[in-house]
């Protein structure tokens, strides 16, 4: 950062494409290449979208960019997946074949790959339908791609807001620093003293499930949604502070999704920008809300099953998209959209129960795994797992809710700007102490990494 | 200007998160997670340290179930001796366990024990390193709050179990042994032995001991370099060191794989022990002291024995010691 802001104001975008580049290429060096891929692709696609003015060329420089992007995401996440679990099982392939594809195909999923994938075919599409201009300078839109704070995990950013951040000539600003290191701050709390100290926990229940009592599965299930909501959460704003402090603005990804009255609003607070992506990407061309019922049904089971296989090649997945779907279908159907002229607790219990219970399949290894996992859940059965319930961890959680509702539709960093100097530095010392003194010990890399 | 005081700030606040982190709960911390540095806190004074893993202690159904540790100490009634015992240990934990010691400690004496398997890909890459080094970290003599943070973010070598599973075989796939006068790696030393199908028990055994024992220690083993660096230590910090090669079951190796397997093993134990003979070093080489019949494990190689194996060792070891 001290580089950034010494070196010349028009050379410092540079800096930061070595730096994404350094960064991506110090995880695995070969799949660079990937990234340039895409760059290249939609580089190319989206200026000859642009300058030609035949339709017919224009859709298939388009087709050619979505094909080039989703191939790959297909060939890197999801070809072992359709072998093992898909073609095989209805003996598409014979064995020896399947053995020898998956010998060819056991090599590691590029982090990343479904974000930066997503952000660059907006790009293209925003171009297409003419609500973003290409980028002339092949090497800055390459730093669209792949800027490093959002590179591996998002938030999905939008061309049009985030190239004319990179392409401003940022000046120093004491402000941006403070506000970035809040973000920061509050981001590696959540990660390191809620996700962190979760994280053992839930393994030990997951892992367990047939010694768990069914009380200990509910709760396996309740930390695991307070454990990939802080992992991912903690995640996104330490992208933000770590963009803020080079002067670029992010957007809010997570705004107490918890607190949702119904699964509509749940996706309007969680993972923001790939609920954003999916309704103006997928949804609203495959003609939005302004269609037949049943054309409705089938394009928001269609956005949220392909939002579920989006996060991973698996059954598991796809489930937990599906069950998300139905009950949006069903809020959409038989309750009122005005929560205001409703009981907010029934209608609250029913949304968190839909998204825990969706849970357990995102965490579960197999559909098998997570029907028993519900099976033993609501048995009521006794059990032989020993858990210890550290009060520290408790304590931290009670503060990292409390927080969470507090800041429900709201900033952390705008509500800290407005305390008195003493209160903000009360904070401060609070949110050191836990992250150096009471973060987790247990190596467990972010979630959602693996997407 | 605004800035410098902020990181002064900062600094500050690090500082007395620290200091209510040493006061109130580093204690409870170490307890959980590095347990021996504690034990150092307690033995700072004695005279003698025995670090080892858990070769040390005594086996169900014996009738003297003193540790080997206690058993030489029965030699030097005048000495003060203690254990630092932590299964799965090497020469790696030991080396920061001794680093960890206080300057004004009056500990003269060292032994490490040292035993073949630590060297082999198999421990290498065993998935307890991820544990011995996370409390590594808190034996280093930084202040603990820093220790405490550079474990919150994970600053210590952690390999996943695919990770793991791909060096180990890269290994045991790369390294050839000189078998029936050929050069074979251990995958292929292992496959082609004769104890019939895999789930044949006789042939897991062999399987192991070929896993465990077959290597060429050379200069470059991390275990080494770890050996290395206790010798250097004990030389600047003028203490003495004491290495025991704990003693391996040659003749179960010998019947389920054969000679070549002990041969190696052999001249594993004596290259360890000419290398540090020549630097000053006692070492105790006890590689065969011990029969078949006192190794109490069966179904895995291991360097737990029965109290007569026990015994056999700490005179062994007594005997050297004495030489001190």
Avoid at chain 1, 367 to 377: E, V
């Amino acid at each position: 950062m001290v580089l950034y802001y010494l070196l010349p104001k028009n050379t410092r975008w540079f800096l930061l494409l070595l730096a994404s580049y350094f960064f991506y290429g110090f995880w695995k060096i070969e799949y660079l290449s990937l990234i340039v891929i895409s760059t290249t692709t939609d580089y190319f696609a989206a200026r000859l979208i642009y300058s030609s003015k035949a339709q017919v060329k224009r859709k298939l420089a388009l087709a050619f960019s979505l094909s080039m992007n989703l191939g790959l995401l297909a060939f890197f996440k999801y070809s072992g997946w359709f072998i093992e679990d898909v073609a095989n099982p209805v003996g598409l392939l014979g064995d020896d074949v399947s053995l020898k594809l998956m010998r060819f195909m056991s090599f590691a999923l590029p982090v990343g790959i479904s974000f930066y994938t997503f952000q660059t075919m907006g790009y293209t599409i925003d171009v297409y339908y003419g609500k973003a201009t290409p980028e002339r300078n092949p090497l800055k839109f390459a730093l669209f791609v792949s800027y490093f704070p959002q590179l591996v995990a998002g938030p999905i950013e939008r061309f049009n807001t985030l190239m004319p951040q990179l392409n401003r000539e940022v000046s120093y600003d004491y402000r941006n620093i403070q506000h970035g290191a809040r973000y920061i701050l509050y981001g590696l709390f959540i990660k390191m003293c809620i996700a962190d100290n979760l994280a053992p926990i839930v393994d030990q229940i997951f892992n367990q499930p047939d010694i768990a009592s069914s009380s200990q599965l509910v709760w396996g299930m309740i930390l695991f949604g307070l454990q990939i909501y802080s992992d991912f959460h903690g995640y996104s704003l330490i992208a933000i502070g770590v963009a803020k402090l080079m002067g670029v603005d992010l957007m809010k990804n997570f705004d107490a999704p918890y607190s949702s009255l119904s699964i509509r609003e749940f996706w309007s607070r969680w993972h923001i920008s790939l609920s954003t992506w999916f309704r103006d990407y997928l949804f609203i061309p495959l003609g939005g809300s302004r269609v037949s019922t049943l054309k409705l049904t089938v394009n928001i089971m269609a956005v949220f099953l392909i939002s579920g296989l989006w996060h991973g090649a698996n059954w598991t997945f796809v489930v937990w998209g599906a069950l998300h779907g139905l009950a949006y279908l069903g809020e959409r159907w038989f309750l009122s959209s005005d929560t205001k002229n409703t009981l907010s607790v029934p209608r609250w219990i029913a949304t968190m129960a839909v998204v825990f219970i969706a849970w357990i399949f995102f965490r579960s290894d197999s559909i098998n795994d997570a029907t028993l996992y519900i099976a033993r859940m609501f048995a009521w059965e006794s059990g032989s797992l020993s858990i210890s319930w550290d009060p520290v961890l408790i304590s931290l959680l009670g503060l990292f809710l409390l927080s969470d509702i507090h800041f429900r539709n709201r900033d952390f960093d705008e509500w800290l700007q407005t305390k008195s100097s003493l209160q903000r530095w009360s904070v401060y010392g609070l949110l050191i102490f836990c992250t150096t003194a009471l973060s987790g010990t247990v190596n467990h890399p972010f979630i959602y990494f693996q997407f | 200007m605004v800035i410098l005081r902020k990181i002064a700030a900062v600094f500050l606040v690090l500082v007395i998160s620290g200091w209510i982190f040493d006061r109130y709960l580093l204690r409870d911390f170490l307890d959980d997670h590095a347990e021996q540095k504690l034990q150092v806190e307690k033995i700072k004074n004695c005279d003698v340290v025995y670090m080892s893993a858990s070769s040390n202690f005594p086996q169900y159904g014996d009738d003297d179930t003193r540790k080997i540790s206690q058993m030489v100490a029965s030699y030097f009634p005048n000495q003060r001796f203690e254990a630092i015992n932590k299964p799965a240990s090497h020469a790696g934990v030991f080396k920061r366990l001794m680093n960890s010691f206080p300057e004004n400690s009056e500990v003269s004496t060292f032994i490490i024990t040292i035993n073949l398997r630590s060297f082999g890909a198999d421990w290498i890459y065993s998935e307890l390193e991820s544990s011995l080094n996370k409390a590594n970290l808190m034996y280093s003599n930084r202040p603990a709050i820093i220790n405490r943070v550079l474990i919150g973010l994970q600053a210590y070598e952690s390999l996943t179990e695919e990770e793991r599973t791909s060096l180990r075989n890269e290994y045991w796939d790369d390294q050839t042994l000189p078998v029936s006068d050929a050069l074979i790696s251990v995958n292929k030393w292992c496959a082609e032995y004769k104890w019939g199908d895999w789930k044949n028990p006789k042939r897991q055994l062999a399987d192991q001991f070929i896993k465990q024992y077959a290597i060429i220690i050379q200069e470059d083993n991390p275990r080494i370099q770890d050996l290395d660096a206790l010798v250097h230590e004990a030389q600047h910090s003028g203490v003495n060191l004491l290495f025991h090669i704990l003693p391996e079951n040659l003749e179960k190796a010998d019947s389920l794989v054969g000679s070549d397997l002990v041969e190696i093993m052999k001249d594993n134990a004596q290259f360890i022990e000419e290398r540090y003979s020549s630097k000053g070093i006692i070492v105790v080489n006890n590689i065969d002291l011990v029969p078949s019949e006192s190794f109490t494990d069966k179904d895995f190689p291991t360097e737990h024995y029965d109290q007569r194996g026990r015994q056999a060792v700490a005179s062994s070891v007594a005997q050297q010691l004495k030489k001190l």
